[in-house]
């Protein structure tokens, strides 16, 4: 049971990234708006939740569950494996450490630059006091509600893994290509209010503010109390 748990915490992060950042998107995961117009379409959504799929999706047998995750320890053996006799030499396991720790060097960076992104609020290429105070403030929120998520589910119990047992509507713990994309539309359609197709930042705004409300009401704190605390 823990394993299934360990490749469905997977397939929940794949859920959040396609799904969840679909509200979070300003100035962080850019490449949710393809066309780079301020808006994300139902098409963009589902674009970025095919990539994340196909990604999770290791064996390529249309769901998610335990034997993705074996077929990607198998995956990063072969990789490792450079000289295909299947063992690995230390030269081998140095070479594979190095890779990995200069892909973790990369993406850290990237999360850098989206996070320099997201705290400059007016676009003007620096960090003013207020935009790092406001920025201190949102992390600190993010901080609590995730605390708050794990008290009320339990170690993986985040946003990733609610919408993963949305998205397992038949409960098998499995999750299928129809499934995961039906959680993405779902959760499209959550913050496209006006049905329009698209998500606006006005829409995102909201879906933000929805949540910054809900956190406050679960902390037993009224909307306009923030400065009180």
């Known amino acids: 049971m823990r394993k ?24 962080g995961d850019r490449s949710l708006d393809a066309n780079g117009d301020g808006v994300v379409t139902l ?28 077929a990607m320890r198998a995956r990063r053996f072969a990789e490792a494996d450079t000289d295909g006799d299947g063992e690995l030499s230390a030269a081998e396991m140095t070479a594979a450490h190095e890779a990995r720790d200069a892909r973790r060097a990369e993406r850290r960076a990237q999360r850098q630059a989206h996070r320099f992104e997201r705290m400059d609020t007016d676009g003007n290429g620096s960090i003013s006091e207020t935009e790092m105070l406001a920025a201190r403030e949102a992390r600190g929120e993010a901080r609590t509600e995730r ?12 946003k990733g893994m609610r919408m993963l047992r949305h998205a397992d509507s038949d409960g098998n713990e499995i999750v299928t ?14 913050i496209d209010t006006d049905g329009s197709g698209t998500i606006t930042a006005a829409e995102r705004e909201a879906a933000r503010e ?20």
């Not at 605390?147 to 985040?158: A, V």
């Not at 956190?215 to 009224?222: A, K, L, N, P, S």
């Open 210 to 229: 929805t949540r910054k409300q809900r956190r406050m009401e679960r902390r037993g704190q009224r909307p306009g109390e923030a400065g009180s605390l």
């Open 177 to 190: 290509r129809a499934e995961f994309d039906a959680a993405v539309e779902a959760r499209f359609a959550r």
């Open 43 to 70: 098409a963009e959504a589902r674009a970025k939740a095919d990539e994340r799929f196909t990604k999770m999706d290791a064996n390529a047998d249309g769901q998610l569950d335990q034997s993705d995750r074996e």
């Open 147 to 158: 605390r708050g998520e794990m008290r009320r589910g339990g170690r993986g119990g985040g």
């Open 4 to 27: 299934l748990a360990l490749s469905l915490s997977a397939a929940a992060l794949a859920l959040g990234g396609a799904g969840i950042a679909l509200a979070d998107h300003h100035g």
